[in-house]
């Protein structure tokens, strides 16, 4: 049971420049989740589904695009690279027990920089 | 929208003393609390959560916090922190309705000196 994996773990990007990065979780779980993390600012949630085929935008979805065509994966795309979105991307899922709430279980990130 | 608060950016600590870490928010309605651990290089890892019945609250590793709804707070106590705790520490919320979109604190580094 490997959790939530993300790919790949370092890159570096040219102003402009594409990139998706993957996100993959083998607990089944319906919600998916993707933040940035930039310092002392807390981790901020860019788009998140709450199941295959649904996904809305969180609080700062501008310049990012997601699909969710599988349970397991939810990948995130950048399609014109900008200094700003240079950050730590974070991915998480979860599952509600009705009673007990919904815990979230994040990746190891992915850290991302933008020249 | 609700937002979240943590008063400390930086403490600073020496071995065996007690930690304490403020969490504020912001909310009218009913809500579920978490604090987060982020050590260094790792993913973030869930030290304990509070979403019913007995405000104080035990995690892992000897942490507990204790909500208090009248001050909107949600304070991390430690009684003896060793060096293994320097982390960044991160309060969040989320309403019990809708409760799947998480607010976070800024965070807090705490850096114990051995």
């Known amino acids: 049971n490997a959790g939530v994996t993300q790919t790949p773990k370092f890159r570096i990007l040219k102003i402009g420049q594409s990139m998706t990065l993957q996100c993959t979780q083998d607990?089944?779980?319906?919600?998916m989740y993707w933040y940035r993390q930039d310092p002392g600012m807390g981790l901020k949630l860019i788009y998140y589904s709450v199941g295959a085929g649904i996904t809305d935008k969180g609080e700062v979805p501008n310049g990012y695009n997601v699909s969710r065509s599988t349970t397991e994966d939810f990948p995130l795309r950048l399609e014109l690279a900008a200094p700003s979105q240079t950050s730590v991307y974070f991915c998480a899922s979860s599952y509600s027990t009705g009673t007990s709430g919904h815990e979230q279980f994040f990746g190891p990130g992915t850290r991302l920089t933008v020249l | 929208a609700q937002s979240v608060s943590q008063h400390n950016h930086h403490v600073i600590l020496s071995e065996a003393a007690s930690l304490e870490l403020g969490c504020n928010y912001s909310y009218g309605g009913t809500v579920n609390l978490f604090w987060y651990v982020q050590y260094p290089g790792q993913h973030l890892q869930l030290l304990l959560k509070?979403?019913?019945?007995?405000?104080l609250v035990k995690g892992i590793k000897g942490f507990e916090a204790e909500f208090i709804k009248s001050k909107f707070s949600f304070n991390l106590r430690k009684p003896s922190v060793q060096w293994s705790d320097t982390a960044e520490y991160f309060c969040a919320v989320t309403p019990s309705i809708n409760d799947y979109k998480l607010s976070f604190g800024a965070g807090t580094t705490v850096t114990v000196r051995a």
């Open positions: 509070y979403f019913s019945g007995d405000p």
């Open positions: 607990m089944n779980h319906n919600y």
